[in-house]
């Protein structure tokens, strides 16, 4: 389960919630869901390897909370973005937002 660190008040993840979180992450009809998934925000492929360690790569991933006027820390409530991408955020509770995408099939880019 999440942590807090109370001298950076940065949350701390655990390796299976950076797993189930990536499970949470729509599916890349064209792609090995293992490695690619779609951020929900850019609409751009998520590679798995590249994730919030790697944060000073430009296509890193992290942890977001879906619903954050809940700001509850549980995997439903998980799902993961590319780290350039959590200030374009546009709502708190993208709840919706998500629930659609997930029932589009979306695809990558050939050259990807």
């Given at each position: 389960m999440a942590k807090i660190d109370q001298k950076t008040n940065q949350v701390?993840?655990?390796?299976?919630?950076?797993f189930e979180t990536w499970q949470n992450c729509p599916i890349i009809q064209n792609r090995d869901s293992?490695?690619?998934?779609?951020?929900?925000?850019?609409?751009?492929?998520?590679?798995?390897?590249?994730?919030?360690?790697?944060?000073?790569?430009?296509n890193a991933w992290v942890i977001d909370l879906i619903n954050a006027k809940k700001p509850v820390l549980e995997i439903e409530n998980y799902?993961?973005?590319h780290a350039n991408c959590?200030?374009?955020?546009?709502?708190?509770?993208?709840?919706k937002l998500i629930k659609k995408?997930?029932?589009v099939g979306w695809m990558a880019p050939e050259d990807y």
């Open positions: 701390i993840f655990t390796k299976q919630e950076y293992k490695e690619f998934r779609l951020c929900y925000i850019c609409k751009f492929p998520m590679e798995f390897k590249i994730n919030e360690k790697d944060s000073k790569i430009e799902i993961g973005v959590v200030q374009n955020r546009k709502k708190m509770d993208s709840t995408i997930k029932m």
